[in-house]
């Protein structure tokens, strides 16, 4: 912020890894929103009522958020960390703080009707109601409508704080989109990711400069792969994929261990929290209990389980794509190390930890069959975006990786 007092920072923005510029746009209208809510101001100053957070793939989209609105609701007015409006906002249970996660692969008309309505009130116990909806580009038709209506005339106090990707930020209504202050957001550079899983984490220093060496600047990645082995094999399983393909069965069999990769991940992530919310409904509906009313209260227990279970499979379809999408974006990253390679230019790898097998690459295959193949890993992206059968898109896809 050249030529302009940089606004007080406090410590809840070291959430927020690598994005400098954006946390001193947010910082300055935390600053106009303590004044305006203290009274000592009548002028919105920085603040606004409606955000969008764009970004690529682990900038940090969802942590800028939430961070944002632990910084509103922070009883100093800067985002002290300590206070219970700073604590409560980042676990989730701050009762002016709604997070809309998409449990499916879209976000329906009428949870975002009921979110409104709830938004339309004053806050409770903090000084905002806040609302954070992580991947707006989900968002249905019928669902925008009802967020812009909202945008369109904001209550007092309320701030709708949206997240899209920067690769999609046009999936979000052009309407509501004109609405938002945009705050974009950079890769963080592998320096702030490693500082970050060492100092706040307690990750290994070595392990944590690996990790963000090799996570494409996914913070969360980066976390994961420093602290679960299983991920890191099944990083390993996926890079050597390329110089796996020698015979046409291959293909097949490179295919499948793909997607049982993303299933493997994705049922990882999703099988302790399924059998944890359904045991928690069980329980609030009664399971277990004695006396009288005992067989309704099971049978409504059980069927308000079969409705949860349909929920999680789409949460878990969801995960899977998100998670071979990840694999995928390996892949691709691969076969641009082996152009840079190829090349002889001095732009960082995306594997250096893989550099002899990319150099190995580099040497058998010239540089147009490499691109084909990187071509290839990029439609199979956007086919399985446009709901084609993940196997079906991953078996073109390495049946090309294995021809160039």
Request: glycine share 8%; charged share 25%.
């Amino acid at each position: 912020m050249t030529g302009a007092v940089r606004p007080r920072v406090g410590p809840v923005w070291s959430q927020v890894v690598g994005q400098d510029v954006a946390v001193d746009v947010l910082a300055a209208a935390v600053e106009s929103a303590a004044a305006l809510t203290s009274g000592e101001s009548t002028d919105a100053g920085a603040m606004t009522h409606a955000w969008l957070f764009t970004g690529p793939p682990g900038s940090g989209r969802s942590v800028a958020a939430r961070t944002f609105a632990a910084a509103l609701q922070c009883e100093d007015g800067v985002g002290c960390g300590a206070c219970t409006g700073c604590r409560t906002s980042l676990s989730g249970t701050h009762a002016d703080v709604r997070m809309v996660v998409p449990e499916g692969l879209s976000i329906s008309v009428a949870e975002m009707r009921a979110l409104v309505q709830a938004a339309a009130r004053r806050p409770t116990t903090g000084r905002w109601q806040v609302v954070i909806i992580e991947d707006a580009d989900r968002l249905t038709e019928g669902a925008s409508n009802a967020l812009l209506k909202a945008v369109e005339e904001p209550p007092a106090r309320t701030a709708f704080l949206l997240c899209a990707p920067s690769d999609h930020p046009e999936d979000v209504s052009v309407t509501i989109r004109s609405r938002c202050r945009l705050v974009t957001l950079r890769t963080p550079p592998a320096e702030a990711i490693a500082r970050v899983l060492a100092e706040r984490d307690g990750i290994d220093p070595e392990m944590a400069r690996w990790a963000a060496s090799v996570c494409g600047g996914h913070v969360g990645r980066a976390r994961r792969l420093a602290t679960d082995e299983n991920a890191r094999k099944r990083r390993d399983a996926v890079l050597r994929i390329p110089l796996g393909l020698r015979r046409a069965a291959d293909v097949f069999a490179c295919a499948d261990e793909l997607i049982r990769t993303a299933e493997a991940d994705a049922t990882d992530e999703s099988k302790s929290r399924d059998e944890s919310e359904q045991d928690a409904l069980r329980t609030a509906m009664g399971s277990g209990g004695t006396g009288k009313g005992v067989a309704a209260a099971k049978r409504s227990a059980e069927a308000a389980v079969k409705q949860l279970e349909k929920r999680q499979k789409s949460r878990a379809t969801r995960t899977q794509r998100d998670t071979l999408d990840l694999a995928l974006v390996d892949l691709a990253a691969f076969y641009r190390d082996v152009l840079v390679t190829a090349s002889g230019a001095g732009a960082a790898l995306n594997h250096p930890d893989h550099a002899a097998e990319s150099a190995a690459a580099a040497a058998q295959w010239t540089p147009e069959s490499t691109l084909r193949r990187l071509e290839a890993v990029l439609a199979c992206r956007e086919a399985i975006e446009w709901n084609v059968k993940p196997r079906i898109a991953v078996e073109a896809m390495v049946t090309t990786l294995r021809q160039g």
